[in-house]
């Protein structure tokens, strides 16, 4: 029976040095400029930052306009930290590219406008993340107390 106490002592221990968990929601979102004029989207990650040559489909996403004509998104592929390719058909390709210097799996605003100003836009990554509170510790402390004079009764 004591090694029942150590074992619940050694849980509650473990319990309360455990930190908060987090659910990283990070979203992306491009404004265009100059021939991308109009361009739209947002992507939200749920699951932290993408990797580059992440492939995804908008979450929210105008019509992609190149030049005033507009085609409908398929996807979007964060390429090298230099481009961002919209494409049509994911399958084929499709347009290429917003020449935006980024570091994807960092928080900020990044702005491009080349020479010329014919494929610029702004991408925003910001960091949605909220702390998920775990088990407060007063709970599994008061839960610990009672295993233990559970035990302590029982072997007395």
Not at 1 to 28: E, S, V
Not at 139 to 146: C, F, N, Q, S, Y
Request: net charge negative.
């Amino acid at each position: 029976m004591r090694k029942a106490l150590w074992i619940i002592l050694a849980a509650l221990i473990m319990a309360i040095g455990a930190p908060n968990a987090h659910a990283d929601t990070i979203t992306y979102t491009f404004t265009g400029a100059g021939v991308f004029a109009g361009t739209e989207f947002t992507y939200v990650s749920t699951g932290g930052f993408l990797a580059n040559g992440a492939i995804v489909v908008p979450t929210t996403a105008t019509d992609l306009i190149l030049s005033g004509t507009a085609e409908v998104f398929g996807a979007i592929e964060f390429l090298d930290p230099n481009d961002i390719a919209f494409l049509v058909n994911p399958s084929s390709g499709g347009f290429c590219c917003a020449n935006i210097v980024y570091d994807i799996s960092a928080t900020g605003t990044y702005t491009s406008t080349p020479p010329g100003g014919q494929e610029s836009g702004t991408l925003v990554i910001s960091d949605n993340s909220a702390a998920v509170p775990e088990p407060t510790t007063s709970i599994l402390m008061l839960t610990g107390i009672g295993l233990v004079l559970v035990m302590r009764n029982r072997l007395a």
